[in-house]
């Protein structure tokens, strides 16, 4: 039986056709999104005056169904970035999460480093990221060889991208390269969607030591947040806990300030 991995890249392969069709390469490339120069989510988590949070806007999700239907992409990410946001991630994918380029080229507003959140399986979307105004891709072990995440992130750092590649287990991190900047641990398994945050830790201590460590998914109290930045992550890549409030952006302003708190004490 197919899981929802198969299904998402099976479908992401007709929608990439598609894109094509209307859009070719050659124009992304002459767009204004690669006038620009790129922000470095590196630089970015290391920054000790912001979170370490990567904040992610997400509306719907397969396994969570309707998050946040109304909510404004404009006005979530600008307090995202307003409080101390590392990052704002962006889910484009259409079908089954309800973003879009769109979403990404409004986020762009902001003077932050920016994630395209997809499922990217060929150098088109790479182009589409960049000329969208992200400035990191993500690059899911789960769905490529280890192979192709050399190639594609080998392309993405020619476009003056980031390459954050997420693992879910041991046996991924055999797709771990020189191209890859940034490793994320994704709590949730996409094949099944279990989520354990026990999952970051228990993988920290084999992963490379010389790329910055973000732990995904599943993140709600903020005293997990100061569990694993003490355990060595860089960066926190948490939605749904914001998503879910009528207002995420609010929701972003006080679990940053609960954060603060319990960081300060002992
Ligand atoms: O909403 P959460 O549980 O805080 O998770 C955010 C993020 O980690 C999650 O959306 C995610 C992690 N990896 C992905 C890959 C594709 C789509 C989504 C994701």
Redesign the pocket.
């Known amino acids: 039986m197919k899981n929802i991995l198969d299904k998402i890249i099976e479908h992401k392969k007709i929608e990439i056709a598609r894109c094509r069709q209307e859009r070719t390469a050659t124009e992304l490339m002459q767009s204004h999104g690669f006038e620009r120069n790129t922000l470095s989510l590196k630089s970015s988590l290391l920054d000790i005056s912001k979170t370490g949070i990567i904040a992610?806007f997400?509306r719907r999700?397969p396994s969570k169904g309707i998050i946040n239907a109304s909510a404004d992409v404009a006005k979530v990410t600008s307090v995202y970035t307003q409080y101390g946001a590392s990052c704002l991630?962006v889910?484009t994918?259409e079908q089954f999460?309800g973003g879009s380029l769109e979403d990404l080229k409004i986020a762009r507003q902001h003077a932050i480093p920016i994630l395209r959140?997809?499922?990217m399986i060929d150098e088109y979307q790479i182009l589409e990221a960049r000329a969208f105004g992200a400035d990191v891709i993500?690059l899911?072990a789960a769905c490529l060889s280890p192979r192709r995440v050399k190639e594609l992130a080998a392309y993405a750092k020619k476009l003056s991208l980031e390459v954050l590649l997420?693992v879910h287990g041991e046996d991924e991190l055999a797709h771990v390269c020189d191209e890859i900047d940034l490793v994320?641990v994704?709590n949730?398994n996409?094949k099944t969607f279990e989520?354990d945050i026990e999952n970051s830790i228990r993988l920290l201590n084999i992963l490379p030591k010389n790329k910055l460590a973000i732990a995904?998914?599943?993140?709600d109290n903020v005293k997990v947040v100061k569990q694993l930045r003490t355990a060595g992550f860089s960066g926190f890549?948490?939605?749904?806990?914001f998503?879910k409030n009528e207002n995420p952006g609010e929701a972003f302003k006080n679990y940053v300030q609960q954060l603060k708190q319990v960081e300060n004490e002992n």
């Open positions: 992610e997400k999700s991630s889910l994918d999460f959140k997809d499922f993500l899911i997420e994320g994704n949730r996409l989520v995904e998914s599943g993140i890549l948490i939605g749904e806990n998503m």
